[in-house]
């Protein structure tokens, strides 16, 4: 982020210096609702695409799927997440509005899981914390940087359901 500049922006974009300046005040404002903007996309990609999956009838399929949109999420838009969730945390507005994003997508997700699954909110939580580190972890690193052993995208899948579904057994 250390690179971006309203100039940049006004370059690559078209848009004259004066009305960037107009509209968001200095490179700060321009930080700010540019990963605004991408928080508001993400959220609506990542909610939209989940919605759909929770009437599957197969749980496997269901924890399956959720995993496969997860880690879609975070690694289709790896450079963005590194600048804003690690450059960006020096900055107490752009951490306070990546921490909101995070604990909204928590809220609904750890909901949806206690629901589906019938396990206690602490369980559904940890569902969605280990799907969300997984997920983070392949934004900002590869499988050659953090794991022993080539692992495919199916074999990760298979693993992390058989974890995920150990995790969200009904308690009784």
């Known amino acids: 982020m250390e690179g971006l500049s309203i100039a940049a922006v ?5 848009v004259s210096n004066g009305a960037l300046y107009h509209r968001f005040g200095d ?6 609702a540019a990963q ?5 996309s993400t959220v609506t990609d990542w909610l939209a695409t989940s919605e759909s ?6 749980p496997d399929e ?13 690694t289709e838009r790896r450079s963005v997440f590194h600048a804003f969730m690690i450059t960006g945390r020096a900055d107490p ?3 306070a509005q990546g921490a909101d994003m995070m604990r909204h997508a928590a ?9 589906r699954f019938g396990c206690t909110t602490a369980a559904a939580a940890t569902a969605h914390q280990i799907m969300h580190a997984q997920a983070v972890l392949l934004a900002l690193l590869d499988d050659s940087q953090t794991a022993t052993v080539g692992l495919t995208p199916a074999a990760r899948r298979r693993h992390l359901v058989r974890a995920l579904s150990a995790v969200l057994q009904p308690t009784g």
Do not use: I, P
């Open 10 to 14: 006004s370059r690559e974009s078209g």
């Open 27 to 32: 490179r700060r404002g321009l930080l700010v």
């Open 36 to 40: 605004q903007h991408f928080l508001d």
């Open 53 to 58: 999956l929770w009437s599957l009838d197969d």
């Open 62 to 74: 269901l924890l399956a799927r959720l995993v496969d949109l997860f880690l879609r999420v975070f």
């Open 93 to 95: 507005e752009l951490q």
């Open 107 to 115: 809220e609904y997700f750890t909901s949806h899981l206690s629901e």
